[in-house]
């Protein structure tokens, strides 16, 4: 490629699969059975046999076989390419169908050596994220996403379904919601602010605004300086909040109506991209419910301490493992975590003293959601903040609904990254992020 | 309200229509005429007549009236109530229903005065925002997100049905993409860092990593110091990009497309929030498209000069008024900008030296989109960078995917607060932010 001598090619390139020229995508080749069409993608794989050439192209929707005889020049692995054919049926061809090219022209050639092979097994994680975009050409990486993007849709269908509305909330904020020293701070004008922890505060106010139910796809920053297999610094949340709930054994049921909704969208629409992971997904069913307590006098039993109120990741997995042999279930419900160990705004709970009305849940051995009733007192969440050590006055902005008729209410936050890594079995979350951040990574 | 002593009220509210107290939206109550319903939600207003008070019961679907004879307490206006009643038509009720309260609780009532009343006139943009979440239990605030979010929903619908994948890309990143000042610069541990003026440079990337059409709804942030009607330091941008397209003018094809689909959609299903908006939606039609050149000459016959390569605010009203009047459009595509006022990355238009292959969009008198071919040649990138005095070396990471086969491609932007704006006809950009950042705005 050089500067310049290749805006001529840009006119005879095209976009609409329904224009003139006639482009087909590679998964619809075979309805052309006889017909001349247009392919466009990248040259994924070349083979030179005597005097044909055989090109594997790559587009958005998969591969089709290209035979192109008497080759006028030599096409480079990963060239962008146009090639006008005829279709043609051939048991030898991957998918039965080939095309046959009349004409064929290079719109983009890779002008530096590839930095790997999009064909063989793939390099180690650190040379994937550098080279992130190139690697996503691999279709077993392409499919995590297109995946996790399906996964993103059938979480907002299911919601509206049930009547909740999207919001987008600020994510330059002037406190945290979470507490902790784990902010990242921003430099806003003269004033000093933070990239917001979880749209916490935010979808709370917009329940008391009235909508009842409201649910954000959206960014959270979390300025941990640990450097895990399971931690993103900047991270993609599916947060919902509702109105009106008798505590929280309604959110686990809605969680778990969602869950079922979402895998079984998935199972159903998404085969294409499960078969390439080799990814099975099973139905969600009835999640159990498990005190902490218990799963700790669980996990105990197996010789397995845990911290004070809580589960470490080994424990995690160790209870995960144990629920799926005892009670045939991928996903577990843990609740009754104790006040101190849990945010500010939980909702005590009045039957346990000490206890809060919230829960995480853990789906094959990690946890990918918290959850739980919020205050939703006044007077008990200003108590709340001060026995906490948080002074009420700065949360006024929170506060300032809490004064007119707040719902009983509360929600959940599901990891969009975590839920993908273990969806697809992934050994490291980065894999499950387009552009990770982390401790070390700000590019790409 | 008191300190713990609600917690015994809480058993009694419930949180699913289909659960067994049959909770019953206010929007539905005619379809149980006769029948004993529970209703939640906010008392909207209160009125005492002798032994009967009226109130107007507020939910998430709308208002209903309740009639309650001997009340036992006083319901003050705002506080959240539960009423078990039966449903008796009446003409004289709001709407052809009301309910007749057996039970009525309050859930939680106000514990302050109220900042403002929600059935008189609204006070001064400051209050309302200062009281944000408040100010949104107003329906006609109310309708303005509501409508906002079926907005992004037909943008995300039309965008999939076309073949889009929806991405999500890092909002903290190592540098701007749109050139200049205006970032905010965040500390990322011992590095600085900034957040995204837009996901140009990702969505890009995505398209080259085979994906070819992406889209992304997320943040943008400009740290613009000025303070005007029309800007926000935090927006949602509409984002898309696509691969294969012959110009820019497949571009506004599709966003004419796309916004013919959103504003169908929206004048079919949002007609509640439309009518109390008072607001009316005209089909998109074939937008007229005009060079830069021409509208600046039109402008100048009127008498009104421009900023060279550009319009200014009293010029993009102008024009509008112009194209309204004569071509009967409320929507204006305007084409050609010239390089130097363009980024980096846009396309120069061969036939006319100095032009670019991109556009901008007016919707009655506003800027609402940017857009336009970009670049896809590695070297004549890495020239233009140079000519722009930026060092390709700092930008390996977004121009590693063009060494290796980049489409021809482009894609556009749309401000989704100044759409709502428009749409809504409010008089600042703040009307259309839940929780607007300006200069000086950081809280709520």
């Known amino acids: 490629m050089d500067d310049g001598n290749d805006n001529d090619d840009r006119n005879k390139t095209n ?106 097994p793939a390099p180690g994680l650190d040379t994937m994220l550098r080279h992130r975009a190139f690697s996503i050409r691999r279709p077993d990486v392409a499919a995590v996403f297109a995946m996790q993007a399906e996964m993103v849709h059938a ?64 960014k959270a920053y979390r300025a941990e300086t640990h450097d895990t297999s399971r931690h993103l610094n900047e991270y993609l949340s599916l947060d919902l909040e509702m109105g009106f709930i008798k505590d929280e054994n309604d959110l686990m049921d809605l969680e778990n109506a969602l869950l079922e909704y979402m895998m079984n969208y998935l199972a159903e ?8 992971l080799r990814v099975k997904l099973s139905s969600v069913g009835k999640i159990p419910r498990m005190r902490l307590s218990e799963v700790q006098a669980i996990l105990e039993k197996m010789g397995k301490s845990s911290p004070e109120g809580n589960l470490d990741p080994e424990g995690e997995r160790l209870i995960s493992k144990y629920v799926r042999e005892s009670l045939q279930s991928e996903w577990l419900f843990i609740t009754h975590y104790p006040a101190s160990k849990r945010p500010v705004y939980a909702m005590p709970d009045a039957d346990n003293p000490g206890l809060t009305r919230s829960f995480d849940l853990l789906f094959r051995g990690l946890e990918v959601t918290t959850g739980g009733q919020r205050i939703h007192q006044y007077h008990m969440l200003v108590a709340n903040m001060r026995k906490f050590g948080l ?19 509360g929600g ?13 079995g992934l050994a490291n979350i980065r894999e499950a992020s387009l552009f990770p951040r982390d401790r070390d990574r700000l590019v790409p």
């Open 391 to 409: 002074n009420p006055e700065e949360f006024e902005f929170y506060l300032d609904i809490f004064k007119y008729g707040m719902p009983p209410h």
């Open 269 to 276: 629409t998404c085969t294409k991209f499960l078969d390439t």
């Open 412 to 424: 959940l936050a599901i990891g969009a990254e975590r839920l993908t890594m273990q969806i697809c």
């Open 15 to 120: 976009m609409l699969e329904e224009n003139e020229t006639m482009r087909v995508l590679a998964e619809n080749v075979a309805f052309y059975a006889g017909e001349r069409v247009t392919v466009m993608g990248w040259a994924y794989h070349v083979r030179e046999m005597g005097q044909v050439t055989f090109i594997v192209l790559r587009d958005r929707s998969g591969t089709v076989q290209v035979v192109w005889e008497n080759a006028v020049e030599r096409v480079k692995e990963e060239s962008v390419i146009r090639v006008d054919g005829t279709v043609r049926q051939d048991a030898r061809a991957p998918g039965g169908y080939e095309i046959y090219a009349l004409q064929m022209e290079v719109l983009a050639g890779p002008c530096d050596r590839l930095p790997f092979g999009l064909n063989g």
């Open 155 to 218: 979480f907002r269908s299911f919601l509206r379904q049930q009547g909740f509305t999207e919001i987008s909330t600020p994510k330059i904020v002037a406190a945290g919601t979470e507490g902790g020293a784990e902010l990242f701070s921003v430099r806003y004008f003269d004033k000093m602010a933070y990239l917001a922890q979880s749209p916490q505060f935010y979808k709370q106010m917009m329940v008391g605004a009235g909508y009842e139910r409201v649910f954000e796809v959206g």
